[in-house]
């Protein structure tokens, strides 16, 4: 079954994220967006990792059903979910400034680690949802944040950008001046970790050839 080619990369992200958009269309990608409303609340006794591998499952599948009667757009959807973590605590997005400040504080000085899962999906358009295909993969990466002031943190969360960011800061941007290093994919800390997802896609048959 021939399900994209090579001339034909469009491919639906179920995700808000204007950084996700972004990095898919630099890799040549035409990305249709559809969000997703799963609620992102961890399971009791579940781990960051099989947490995040959840939602991006279930991100993946929500969109495929929403879009089940529109068989002209694109058969593959790429969902993904990021969290950082620390001491055992799942860091999302922050609720509010306060919440930002308190993650910051408790980040900086520390070594803790971002987790972004990532799920491709192919939602078979025209055929029974038995017919589907997916793969969810998680992708790890270590960040050691250096010691932040309380000036700092006030100026950075006043900036609005850690505001829909998991661990409330971003690397790519105004974040970076607090990121000392990093051991894994810099990608993933940003939040889609390009090298899994495209080798992935490729794995399931998805692409021809890459670059495309």
Same mark, same amino acid.
């Given at each position: 079954?021939?399900i994209?080619?090579?001339?034909?990369?469009?491919?639906?992200? $179920?995700?808000g994220?204007?950084r996700?958009?972004?990095?898919m269309?630099?890799?040549?990608f035409?990305p249709?967006?559809?969000?997703?409303?799963?609620?992102?609340?961890?399971?009791?006794?579940?781990?960051?990792?099989?947490?995040?591998?959840?939602?991006a499952?279930?991100?993946?599948? $929500?969109?495929?059903d929403a879009l089940? !009667?529109?068989?002209?757009?694109?058969g593959?959807?790429?969902s993904?979910d990021?969290?950082?973590?620390?001491?055992? !605590?799942?860091l999302?997005? &922050?609720?509010?400034e306060? !919440?930002?400040? $308190?993650?910051?504080?408790?980040?900086?000085?520390?070594?803790?680690?971002?987790i972004t899962?990532?799920c491709?999906?192919w939602?078979? &358009?025209g055929?029974?949802?038995e017919a589907?295909?997916?793969? $969810?993969?998680?992708?790890?990466?270590?960040?050691w944040?250096?010691?932040?002031?309380?000036?700092?943190i006030?100026?950075?969360v006043?900036?609005g950008? &850690?505001?829909?960011?998991?661990?409330?800061y971003?690397?790519?941007d105004?974040?970076?001046? +607090?990121?000392?290093?990093?051991?894994?994919?810099? +990608?993933?800390?940003?939040?889609?970790?390009?090298c899994?997802?495209v080798?992935t896609l490729?794995e399931?048959?998805?692409?021809?050839? +890459?670059?495309?």
């Amino acid at each position: 079954m021939d399900i994209i080619t090579k001339s034909s990369p469009r491919v639906v992200l $179920a995700s808000g994220s204007p950084r996700r958009l972004e990095l898919m269309q630099r890799l040549g990608f035409e990305p249709l967006v559809y969000k997703s409303d799963i609620e992102e609340i961890p399971r009791a006794g579940e781990s960051p990792e099989a947490y995040t591998l959840r939602l991006a499952r279930e991100k993946g599948e $929500a969109v495929a059903d929403a879009l089940a !009667d529109t068989p002209e757009l694109p058969g593959w959807v790429l969902s993904a979910d990021t969290i950082v973590t620390l001491d055992g !605590d799942v860091l999302e997005k &922050p609720g509010d400034e306060a !919440d930002a400040c $308190a993650m910051l504080a408790r980040l900086s000085g520390t070594r803790h680690e971002v987790i972004t899962a990532y799920c491709w999906t192919w939602r078979a &358009p025209g055929q029974p949802v038995e017919a589907r295909i997916s793969k $969810a993969v998680a992708v790890r990466a270590d960040v050691w944040m250096r010691e932040l002031s309380e000036e700092n943190i006030r100026r950075y969360v006043a900036s609005g950008e &850690p505001m829909d960011k998991a661990g409330s800061y971003g690397i790519q941007d105004l974040g970076s001046t +607090f990121v000392r290093r990093i051991e894994g994919s810099y +990608f993933c800390v940003v939040g889609l970790p390009v090298c899994e997802v495209v080798e992935t896609l490729e794995e399931l048959g998805g692409l021809k050839g +890459f670059p495309l």
